[in-house]
């Protein structure tokens, strides 16, 4: 730990701070919007220090300050921002609690995106995790509640312990736990292939674990059981915060410490892909809770989340436009917003001991509630995908990378894979209409049954117009977004796909000493600052 | 003029955007915006010169300048085939704004907004120069609608509304793959990469290249395929049709005008622009296959048609068989096939449109649309049953109205097209051109039928709701049926005068397809020469040989 690393990592460190302040002075006093205030005024002042780095930066030690590190940092922060305002009023339980772990979460999805070193990633997963039990034990006090905080409890320790397997056996392979020796290594010719088929299993297990995390099958049956029986602002958290970090993991590890790999991973992932799609989609048609209705929207979503990351690696994160990262991330933001603000939405139309439910009691909301439906209608509509609206350049984005892969691998060209890839997404994409539009019949064209109560509160309705004007501006200015996602496959702190062979030809790279630790390799990532 | 159309173009989504109130006051600006819009249209219309060049275009970078990833252009402009399209739409809009006059009572204020909406969105359809721009304009359209149909419908409107979505959306996302697999094709041409990579999603440009370098036959049928499944669901094409007749009688009357008159010919118009213009070698391949589909349409809807009870799903139906030789001219390729098919397509605009107009009036009257509880209607209501008999008449193509011209040029396209192929060849598109006819002949039954069930014999009227007798068309009726009775007769008796604007776009759309079939099925023309072809007041133009100087050519002047 260096200064240098303590000034990079004051943004996180600020949010750990007030967390920590939040839990202390919750003993003592339980007013609870000084708290949602307290947090946010903790995630502006971390703006503020993160706004002091001016972009990408170069970093030694653990930390990767790429520009996927700078943006998903604000990106972080941006729907941590949303998250406090659609929290603020929680459950009956402790709200301070409640401010304090949604804080962690953020500072730990943040961590995530600086991580170079397979140790700290693993911390801000956890950072990510342990207090997510905390949030979903504080959203419901019901019965019901705790079964769900068990079942995800269980569930995600399981998965961090694969996860942590698959480290194992990289750090075995690679002799290191920062990722760009990592990278060194498995890239040098003169490896064993014995040592090195074991880097197959590393992928396996770790594409397990983070499968959990994005909920794509087969790990997803969690979701819909664990989204019903928690509150709809930690639905929300767990449909984005935890999907953002595993992707960021799997950019990190699979494109960047794994090279050689990619022959196995694009397959992977655009088998999961398709499964999440076809399973999220058509599962989602028979729900009627709303909240199981999002839940499989989520998984759904994942999947096309995948392809993206199926393009990227097929095409050894080639940059240029359609790029499969950029895809990711743009989709990534997209969905986000709609997710969240569909979210804030239902938050707000309930009363807070009696939250909506079912999809019919959404019934008539076009007429009683105007603003509330539009704002509803808006996001399922994104999340459709209909043109000039957030989702639709998501789409655009996805399947356009997808038909842009060109090229061949090992196994031949990979065109007429990643061609079907795009087809089943865009039946996908007709399948999941059918679903979305069920809910903005049901408010425009029933008759209503009775004016919902809007009891959330104004947190969370202000929450829902920020994420809807997300989705307009984005829907019909896209071309901000597009320009920085484009940029993250270039300054993904590594070489591209292109001077790949000769990187690894020009500087052979450290023979790694099995066994050696961190500080055995104290390699210096630089980041490509343009 | 430029500026005149983005004015008609975006006037009306500032009125759906910014307008509210009460019923009263929405209803006047609602109509006052869209007659602004027909009469800014009426001003395109007299301006455009004609030829190929497109006409009043703005070209603006729509994403940020710097570095933008991909160069996606707000690019509109006007050309032959878009012009009566558009001409159309405006028109349509001012009638589906008076049709609903009194017959909307439910939040009117959202009813009109959506309906100016859903203009702006089948206007930009027709006028944009950029593929990702017409994609978010055609399926925007769906928004709008599906919101019209669910709320103001009839009984089964959610399940309409929906299916109607529903439909329309999974085909038209594969359009989108289709439409994206053609930029991606061209930018990877191998014959490109020394002029330089250029990812456009030009329309002009796109077509311009395709043209000098296509893209691999074998590709081509698959990217038809996909695109088709977008346009084809729209037209509809024959076994793809089962979500029109559902929605356009479960839509309220506005709905059914516009969805009728205008969205239908988004397909067509999406097969002329995309398929024909930028996919000749594979429109040739599957011509026959389309042609067959086409005819079966037309057929099918007309035989269905006169199984109805209700007037307008029977009406819905004959949309089926019309379009069905809006298909047939469109897939003739040659210059008169796809002439009469963009005429055929205003016509049925006009006609059907005027027809499911007049079912909202009837049904405005009695409350209900089944043939069997109405009949001797002319003695009660002479001017509706007037209105009704010209449209009826334009719709069976009877001679001195639109639809004969239309369907005359098809037919004649179609024969030219099935005489000029080689025997082997030729044979099963002889038959298709002879077995065409017959729509016609049945398309006569099924209207004139109706005509005489519902409007001669002894007065039967089912008992009014309310204890008035039910009154003729009032003032507001005539205004909105008038102007289609005009341009009925005067595409009737003068078609010349809206075939001359869009000829030169027509030929150049269509000379590659038409080139890439002469290519294969090289035969002598069995059609006597071509001088003699004029008939009566059509002057059908010469056709001119094939060769690089005809095409995008303004044709020679015609014989006086």
């Given at each position: 730990?260096?200064t ?24 003592f ?6 708290w ?28 990767l ?121 498995l890239?040098?010719?003169?490896a064993?292939?014995?040592?090195r ?21 087969p ?64 599962l ?26 199926a393009?990227?690696?097929?095409t ?50 076009g ?113 901000p ?10 300054q ?39 | ?14 009125g ?50 710097a ?164 346009f ?17 009688v ?15 010919k988004?397909?067509?118009y ?30 099918y ?113 179609m024969?030219?097209?099935?005489w ?7 044979l ?12 016609v ?34 003032a ?21 005068f ?19 079939i ?5 035969a ?37």
């Open positions: 730990m260096t240098l690393t303590v000034q990079m990592l004051m943004p996180e460190i600020v949010l750990i701070a007030v967390a920590v302040a939040i839990y202390l002075g919750g003993a006093s339980a007013a609870r919007w000084a949602s205030w307290l947090a946010a005024a903790g995630i502006a002042v971390a703006a503020v220090a993160l706004w002091a780095q001016h972009g990408p930066a170069t970093a030694g030690g653990p930390l300050l790429d520009g996927l590190a700078w943006r998903g940092r604000w990106f972080a922060l941006g729907f941590g921002l949303l998250f406090v305002l659609l929290g603020s009023r929680p459950a009956p339980l402790g709200a301070a609690e409640y401010a304090g772990s949604l804080l962690l979460t953020v500072a730990g999805l943040m961590l995530v995106f600086d991580a170079g070193n397979l140790v700290l990633l693993f911390v801000a997963l956890e950072l990510i995790s342990i207090p997510t039990y905390v949030l979903l034990y504080l959203g419901r006090g019901d019965a019901q509640g705790q079964e769900s905080t068990a079942k995800y409890f269980f569930l995600s320790v399981l998965s961090s312990a694969i996860v942590l397997y698959g480290f194992s056996f990289l750090y075995g392979v690679g002799g290191s736990t920062q990722l760009a020796a990592l990278r060194a290594a890239a040098d010719p003169a064993p292939t014995a040592l088929a074991f880097s197959k299993v590393a992928v396996a297990f770790m594409l397990g674990g983070l499968c959990f995390r994005i909920t794509a099958v790990f997803h049956f969690y979701a819909p059981d664990v989204y019903q029986g928690t509150s709809y602002p930690n639905a929300a958290l767990l449909s984005v915060i935890p999907k953002a970090a595993g992707f960021v993991v799997l950019v990190r590890l699979l494109l960047v410490a794994m090279p050689g790999m990619e022959f196995y991973a694009w397959r992977a992932a655009a088998v999961i892909a398709v499964l999440s799609m076809t399973t999220g989609n058509v989602a048609l028979w729900q009627d809770d709303l909240r199981r209705l999002l839940a499989y929207s989520s998984i759904a979503h994942a999947g096309y989340m995948l392809m993206g990351l393009v990227a690696l097929a050894g994160n080639a940059s240029g436009s359609w790029n499969g990262l950029a895809a990711l991330g743009f989709y990534l933001v997209v969905y986000a917003a709609a997710t969240l603000g569909a979210f804030a939405v239902l938050e707000h139309l309930g009363r807070p001991p009696r939250r909506l439910e079912g999809v019919e009691e959404l019934a008539g909301l007429r009683t509630r105007p603003l509330a439906a539009a704002l509803m209608a808006v996001f399922l509509l994104s999340l459709t995908g209909v043109p000039l609206l957030g989702g639709f350049w998501g789409k655009f984005w996805v399947f356009g990378s997808a038909l842009n892969v060109e090229g061949a691998d090992a196994a031949g060209s990979m065109q007429p894979w990643f061609t079907a890839l795009a087809i089943l997404g865009v039946l996908n994409a007709a399948v999941g209409a059918a679903y979305y539009l069920r809910v903005v019949a049901v408010m425009y064209f029933r008759t209503p049954l009775a004016t919902p109560q809007a009891q959330g509160g104004r947190g969370p309705w202000w929450a829902a117009v920020a994420c809807g004007l997300v989705v307009l501006l984005i829907g019909f200015f896209p071309g977004l597009m320009r920085e996602t484009n940029q993250l496959s270039g993904l702190a590594t070489a591209s796909a292109a001077d790949r062979p000769a990187e690894a030809q020009k500087k052979p790279p450290p023979q790694p000493a099995p066994g050696s630790g961190v500080t055995a390799h104290p390699a210096t990532v630089s980041a490509r600052v343009p | 003029m430029a500026t005149i159309l983005l004015i008609a173009l975006f006037l009306p989504l500032a759906g955007l910014l307008l509210g109130g009460e019923r009263s006051l929405v209803r006047w600006w609602a109509l006052g915006i869209a007659l602004v819009v027909f009469g800014l249209t009426v001003a395109l219309v007299a301006a455009y010169p004609g030829g190929v060049e497109p006409f009043a275009g703005t070209d603006l970078r729509w994403f940020d300048e570095r933008a990833p991909v160069d996606i252009r707000f690019s509109v402009a006007l050309d032959g085939l878009g012009l009566w399209l558009f001409a159309l739409t405006s028109l349509l809009m001012v009638v589906a704004v008076l049709v609903g006059w009194e017959a909307i009572t439910e939040q009117a204020s959202l009813y009109y907004r959506l309906l100016l909406i859903l203009e702006t969105g089948l206007l930009g359809v027709f006028v944009a120069r950029d593929i990702i721009l017409f994609y978010a304009f055609f399926e925007f359209t769906l928004v709008p609608l599906f919101f019209l149909i669910g709320i103001w419908g009839s009984q089964e409107r959610q399940y309409a509304a929906v299916k109607f979505f529903l439909f329309t959306l999974a085909g038209s996302l594969l359009t989108f793959l289709g439409l994206l697999a053609i930029v991606l094709w061209n930018y990877y041409h191998p014959a490109g990469q020394a002029a330089g990579r250029e990812l456009t999603f030009s329309i002009p440009r796109l077509t311009e290249a395709l043209r000098s370098r296509p893209i691999d036959p074998a590709v081509q049928v698959w990217i038809f395929l996909a695109l088709m499944a977008g084809a669901i729209k037209v509809p094409l024959f076994p793809l049709h089962t979500w029109l007749p559902l929605a356009h479960e839509a309220p009357a506005a709905g059914s005008v516009i969805l009728a008159g205008v969205l239908l988004v397909g067509t999406g097969f002329a622009r995309f398929n024909l213009g930028m996919l000749p070698a594979a429109t040739a391949t599957l011509m026959p296959g389309l042609l067959w589909l086409s005819l079966a349409g037309i057929v809807g007309a035989l269905v048609a006169l199984a109805q009870h209700d007037i307008k799903r029977l009406i819905a139906y004959s949309s089926v068989s019309h379009l069905g030789f809006c298909m047939l001219g469109l897939f003739a390729l040659n210059r008169m096939g796809i002439q009469g098919s963009v005429l055929q397509m205003v016509n049925h605009g006009l006609s059907t449109g005027g027809l499911f107009a007049m079912v909202g009036m009837i049904y405005d009257r009695y409350h209900t649309r089944q043939i069997a509880e109405l009949a001797g209607l002319a003695g009660r209501l002479p001017v509706l049953a007037f209105f009704m008999l010209v449209l009826t008449l334009s719709s069976i193509a009877v001679p001195g109205l639109n639809g004969f011209a239309g369907e005359f040029f098809i037919l004649l396209g024969f030219e097209r099935g000029a192929a080689a025997p082997a060849a030729g099963q598109l002889r038959i298709i051109a002879v077995l065409a006819v017959s729509g002949i049945l398309g006569a039954w099924y209207m004139l039928w109706l005509y005489q069930r519902v409007f001669f014999g002894p007065l039967r009227e089912p008992a009014h709701p309310s204890a008035t007798r039910p009154r003729d068309l009032s507001r009726e005539v205004c909105c049926l008038a102007p289609l009775v005009i341009l009925i007769v005067w595409i009737g008796i003068w078609p010349r809206f075939l001359d604007r869009m000829a030169p776009t027509l030929d150049a759309l269509v000379a590659p397809a038409s080139r890439a002469g290519d294969r099925v090289a002598p023309a069995i059609l006597p020469s071509a001088e003699s072809r004029g008939v009566g007041f059509f002057q059908v133009y010469p056709e001119k040989p094939p060769g690089p100087q005809s095409r995008g050519v303004v044709p020679e002047p015609y014989p006086p």
